[in-house]
């Protein structure tokens, strides 16, 4: 047994229960701290990460490790600590204090951790299953707030749709190769072809991609802020490793290609149209979601080194900017009144101007203008898209993020140029989301300018 | 000596950051004024020390920047680029004299326009893919801003039309870039962004014409072309009347330089192909756009319209592929981005003072404030190439070339040049004389109106001292452009 693969995820397996422990001897005044406490434990696994040996596999070969599937857990520890550290004073202020919610975060960043290196459907679906029951937890706990519970719920019907259609795939998968390992199988039959669809429709669910998405602007809107900064990176990033890995698999499909075209042209066109009749900022983020789940699920419609390479930088990136914009929301949620509604947004930048800011350098970075890091994604898979021959869907990724640009617009057009009617108090930023936005927008720019120290970890 | 052109392209860059760091509104005013006479002198510098019988880029800088992607951080210039490098350095010089009794947000202000030089000038000088769509892009922000902020009534929607427009054909922009860069990449295995290594390449004409057609969107709505014009007259009829400025004499060339600089070399067949369209195009805009323009009743409209008119000149001078007439087109840059800075100055400061752009509130404006009456009449003469001023040579110089090859088209557009007359004369009458049809009320008020300060003065002068230059003695500027013509149009 080869122990020292699964070192970061015993690292997170032991950190909570260790704050388990501390939990049931712990009061509510404790919360702070064991937030903290839980926030470190994602960073102890990413260090952990630098002892790990590679290429390995271990438990019966159900789990691989290799440098793609490390640099995945890296990103997803670093993004976890982040909203970790910037979510305790939410709670505290909306008087919602659960001392649960400090290990329970860390719980879907087990299971996606493990996901990352799963090599085999039931892996898969245990590690999946882990991360979104967690999740449905997370959307639904807060304290008087009805929003969250609904969101949960939706949430918890249309994950179990999910569910039974993985299940239900590696059930097929396995009657058609008389296995449960991913392999490169080419004996291609209609039942194969039927499990490929269910379990590319189970992730494409968690992806929110579009016709899979209904869950996403509801989860999304109800869920507490930072849990939905949360479920907006993290989830995506792992997901988006795997199915890279999954691409390895089955490239060589020519219905992959046409389920994948589809899945991304539906996403892109369907959800920038749909933003634009959006009110409350939060619901038109997450319509964001679905339209980026359009343009990434591009990334993966042949195997082409380099246009993986760009999409999981654009990916990884684009977690940054998205965690980092609900936390901004997040902070700006703890005023008394405030609604996500477009209107209260206005004169933000009178008010806050550094708020502002940076929530416009995020919202110009989803728009795709350099010198923000997520510029270099897209032009990675233009490039990597023409390279594979695919200049129509690179022409559809052009007319849809023109499109995408008018409403993200409007939200700056609210916050820098109309005047607000509605007076708030000035809003607090704690320490913790001060961090969180400030390694956000650093990575933006930095990694815009400099994308090589992010692009050249990418290696196949 | 060598980075003098990085230091001239990133102080700019670096006064905005301390401006917004430092937010005293002096500083701002005189930091502002001072790195944009800098840049001035080293632009001057560098033009007058230009070695017009080399060929090739001179004062050039290349430093890897991005090796696993092929990216470098390369500039360079050629005869084109000087000229419009020092014509940009002078308008925004004189944009920050105009914007002295600035008051509102002035800290900012002065930030974003400090910003928007750097991107400017680093669009003229970048010799690399991603170094120059990196400043093509990093313009968009501050001018949505300063539209956005300090502009008129309807400032939002100018703002977002003129921001929609653009990063439209910026897009297009960035996946025709993709398009030749992944072709190099197929063709020798290597990944460059660098622009002397593209031009090494003949594309295969099918290749050719995509991308000439994606570039072509791009620049297009820069220029702008008809049909994708409209988000200009909006953008300055709603802009501060520095905005204008600078919109009209640096932002519009940006598209008229990536035809000469990127479509002409890289695509020559395509460019050929695609004659008659871009023809029939700017033939549209010098005519039906004048027409445009005589129909306006505000001013700045007016002069928006004339500008698509003029650059409709521009874009025929282009592609008639002829050594005179390309020169003519890019004298036709500079002498418009003199030109049509002015007039927008002379519109700003009348509504400065009569807080009006409307010609039915205006009249007999010369008796009162005849400065700006003297300059007004120059810079209008400047820009429908009247003889003795910059836009007389340049116009002279696309007319001949283009009558070469296309004597019909040459003869149409000619005769379409003959409205812009019309419209600045009507312009002219209706603003400046015309006393008689103003009411006592108006003629009162009038009376105590004050003429230009010190900085408007000096604002103009400068100007119309080089659009006097480039008309009395065009030589050594005909020359120097030359050096870019005989490059791009080979021989």
């Known amino acids: ?460 | 000596m060598e980075n003098l052109l990085s230091l001239a392209i990133f102080l700019p860059l670096l006064g905005a950051i301390a401006v917004s760091l430092v937010r005293k509104e002096r500083f701002s005013k005189m930091l502002s004024l001072g790195i944009s006479f800098v840049v001035l002198l080293i632009m001057l510098y560098l033009f007058v020390n230009f070695d017009w019988s080399y060929k090739g880029f001179q004062y050039t800088t290349k430093v890897d920047w991005i090796p696993s992607l092929g990216i470098s951080y390369h500039v360079g210039v050629d005869g084109m680029a000087i000229s419009l490098l020092l014509m940009t350095s002078l308008v925004f010089l004189v944009a920050f004299l105009w914007s002295w009794k600035i008051e509102d947000r002035p800290n900012l202000y002065f930030a974003l326009f400090l910003a928007l030089e750097t991107a400017c000038l680093g669009v003229f000088s970048a010799l690399d893919l991603f170094l120059f769509y990196l400043f093509w892009e990093g313009m968009l922000i501050p001018m949505y801003f300063i539209i956005g902020l300090w502009g008129h009534d309807r400032k939002v929607y100018a703002a977002n039309k003129f921001f929609v427009y653009t990063f439209f054909g910026s897009v297009f922009l960035l996946l025709g870039l993709a398009s030749i860069v992944v072709y190099g990449y197929m063709m020798t295995g290597k990944i460059s962004f660098d622009y002397l290594f593209h031009l090494g390449f003949s594309y295969p004409i099918i290749l050719q014409s995509i991308v000439f057609l994606l570039f072509g969107i791009g620049f297009a709505v820069k220029i702008p072309m008809w049909p994708v014009h409209t988000w200009l007259p909006d953008a300055h009829v709603e802009a501060p009347t520095a905005g204008s400025v600078i919109l009209a004499a640096v932002l519009l060339k940006m598209g008229t330089f990536g035809f000469v600089r990127y479509s002409l070399p890289l695509f020559p067949e395509a460019s050929k192909q695609f004659i008659p369209l871009i023809f029939f195009l700017s033939l549209v805009a010098i005519i039906y756009t004048a027409m445009m323009a005589i129909a306006q009743t505000h001013i700045k409209r007016l002069i928006a319209y004339s500008s698509i008119s003029h650059m409709g000149v521009v874009t025929l001078g282009t592609f008639a592929m002829d050594h005179n007439a390309l020169n003519g087109a890019i004298y036709m840059m500079i002498a418009h981005g003199l030109s049509s800075a002015a007039l927008f100055m002379s519109a700003g400061f009348i509504y400065d003072r009569i807080h009006s752009y409307h010609m039915d509130d205006l009249g007999g404006l010369a008796r009162y404030i005849p400065k700006l009456a003297v300059f007004f009449m120059i810079a209008g003469l400047a820009g429908i190439g009247f003889p003795g001023l910059a836009g007389f040579v340049a116009e002279f110089l696309v007319f001949l070339g283009t009558y070469k090859s296309f004597p019909v088209w040459a003869f149409i557009a000619g005769s379409g040049v003959v409205l812009s007359a019309a419209y600045f004369l009507y312009m002219y009458k209706r603003v400046m004389f015309e006393e008689e049809t103003l009411s006592e009320y108006r003629l009162e008020k009038w009376k105590h109106l004050k003429d230009l300060e010190a900085h408007h003065t000096l604002s103009f002068a400068l100007i119309i001292a080089l659009a006097l230059l480039m008309g009395i003695y065009p030589y050594p500027f005909v020359k120097i452009i030359e050096q870019t013509t005989k490059y791009v149009l080979g021989g």
């Open chain 1, 1 to 460: 047994m080869n122990w020292n693969a699964l070192l970061p995820e015993l690292v997170l397996v032991f950190g909570i229960f260790f704050i388990f422990i501390l939990d049931l001897f712990a009061s509510k005044k404790h919360y702070r701290t064991l937030t903290y406490i839980s926030a470190l434990v994602p960073i102890a696994s990413l260090i952990s990460l630098l002892f790990v040996n590679y290429p390995s596999k271990t438990l019966f070969d159900l789990f691989e490790v290799n440098s793609l599937n490390l640099l995945g857990k890296a990103v997803i520890y670093l993004l976890t600590s982040l909203a970790l550290f910037s979510m305790q004073d939410y709670y505290e202020k909306k008087n919602s204090v659960y001392t649960e919610l400090s290990y329970l975060l860390l719980m879907p960043t087990l299971g996606l951790s493990l996901l990352l290196s799963s090599n085999n459907l039931v892996l898969l679906f245990l590690s999946l299953e882990l991360a979104s029951i967690s999740m449905y937890v997370l959307v639904s706990l807060q304290k008087g707030e009805y929003f969250s519970k609904e969101a949960g719920f939706k949430y918890l019907v249309i994950g179990a749709v999910g569910t039974s259609m993985l299940a239900l795939g590696s059930a097929f998968y396995y009657a058609s190769t008389g296995s449960l390992f991913f392999k490169e199988y080419r004996d291609e039959n209609s039942l194969f072809l039927l499990a490929l669809f269910l379990i590319l429709s189970a992730l494409a669910l968690k992806a929110s991609a579009v016709p899979y998405h209904f869950w996403t602007p509801d989860a999304y809107e109800g869920a507490p802020t930072p849990i939905t900064g949360y479920l907006s990176s993290v989830p995506k990033v792992a997901i988006y490793f795997f199915l890279v890995k999954l691409l390895s698999y089955f490239y060589h499909l020519k219905q992959w290609l046409i389920l994948v075209a589809l899945l991304s042209l539906l996403s892109m066109f369907y959800a920038n149209f749909v933003a634009y009749t959006q009110r409350s900022v939060k619901r038109l983020l997450a319509y964001s979601t679905i339209a980026h789940a359009g343009y990434f699920f591009l990334g993966l419609a042949t195997a082409q080194p380099n246009l993986q390479k760009a999409l999981l930088f654009y990916v990884s990136l684009y977690a940054f900017a998205s965690l980092g914009s609900f936390t901004l929301m997040a902070s700006l949620e703890k005023r008394e009144g405030f609604s996500h509604h477009i209107l209260d947004y206005r004169g933000l930048f009178k008010d806050h101007p550094a708020l502002a800011s940076i929530f416009a350098l995020f919202l110009f970075a989803f728009i795709g203008i350099p010198p923000m890091a997520l510029f270099v994604g897209k032009l990675g898979l233009f490039m990597g898209l023409v390279n594979s021959m695919l200049f129509p869907l690179a022409l559809a990724f052009v007319i849809a993020s023109i499109i995408s640009a008018g409403y993200y617009l409007r939200v700056i057009v609210s916050m820098f140029l109309e005047e607000g009617e509605k007076k708030y108090p000035p809003a607090k930023v704690s320490g913790g989301e001060a961090l969180t936005l400030m390694v956000c927008s650093l990575f933006m720019l930095l990694l815009g300018i400099f994308p090589h120290l992010f692009y050249d970890l990418i290696k196949f």
